[in-house]
């Protein structure tokens, strides 16, 4: 009788928490994090308590993956709705009574600093996932219409406070959506083909367009002034293009193999802007060389690939669509991320996914690998 009262082990408490787990998708994240943590600990090293912290916030994230993996695409799909609507409130409420910073108003203090931006980089995807899932079988080109007045609303919030790379962001993650939801590749071609033609036009014009004087009207100064100095930083290498000549000074030092962790003078005499958040990328690429961008790029590469199967073998429209856009989200961070410091994109906030220091944003990167886990836990437990 007493084997029937007897406590069940650490590990059999802890077995329904995990069972149907992706384990490549967890072991790229856990990948990522393990560097994150060793480039935090030396780029942090005299950054009072950034390794601390982001370790606390890795453990956070942790959490947030363990709660929302257990959730079924149903369940989140009935969140989708007053998530969206949540977040639409709060980006208005820092549209009125936000926090200002550097000229920007993006957070909102609810007894909690938060900057409701990064919880739409999520909402948004899952209320076009909803839906489309609702449209199945009968879509029509003003359900896309809609759609996209579901994608532009916060997103025009977002650059009204101004935060053009979060806005971006958001956007793709819902345009991922609409793509996935087979957008006619007729509208899609004559799109991208424009924004080529803009790129172009922009690079063979830099000289010109960004004269003094020159009105972009659609953009603030501040950002005129990054695409400026993406197309010449050395015009002002003291000011408006120190950070991307020092990000690429930094990259370019690090060689093969790498100065050695904790070795990085770029780093440590602090002439790379933001080292923890933005710009760590440069500060692993010193310390550790072409072969620590390698294995970070493996990390990704199975994280990005893994979350694509994941959503190719969802079972439903919304899961499906859900997780596909979850998982070029991660690709868009980590691509924008390494284009902007190795000077090849202006220069815009946005993290290294599992890298950079930041607590919303590992969160929200929490929540979107959590959808993942979700999406593939569910699909097991179907088949089996």
Known sequence: ?????????????????????????ALAALWLAALGLLVMYSAGFDHGTRFVDHGRNMLIALAVVLVVAQLPPQRLMALAVPLYALGLVLLVATALLGITKKGATRWLDLGVVIQPSEMMKIALPLMLAWWFQRREGQLRPVD??????????????????????????????????IFFAWLSWRLVVPALVLAAAGIVAIVLAGPHICEPGVDWRVLHEYQ??????????????LGK????????????????FGKGFMQGTQTHLEF????????IFAALSEEFGLLGVLAL?????????R???IAALAPTLFARLLAGAVTLSFFTYAFVNMGMVSGILPVVGVPLPFVSYGGTAMVTLGLG???????????????S
């Open 1 to 25: 009788m007493s084997a029937v009262f007897e406590r069940p082990s650490l590990r059999e408490r802890l077995r329904p928490l995990v069972r149907g787990f992706d384990a490549p998708l």
């Open 144 to 177: 896309f219409a809609l759609a996209g007045l579901i994608l532009a609303v916060p997103t025009l919030l977002v650059m009204k406070q101004p935060d053009l790379g979060t806005a971006l962001l958001i956007a793709s993650s819902g345009l991922y959506v």
């Open 224 to 237: 005129k002034n990054r695409v400026c100095t993406l197309l010449d930083p050395t015009k002002d290498p």
């Open 241 to 256: 293009g120190f950070h991307i000549i020092q990000g690429m000074i930094a990259i370019g030092s690090g060689g093969l």
């Open 272 to 279: 790379i802007p933001e080292r923890t958040t933005d710009f």
């Open 297 to 305: 790029l493996v990390g990704f590469t199975v994280l990005i690939l």
């Open 307 to 309: 979350g694509l199967m």
């Open 369 to 383: 690998l959590g959808i993942l886990m979700s999406v593939a836990r569910n699909r097991q437990l179907i088949q």
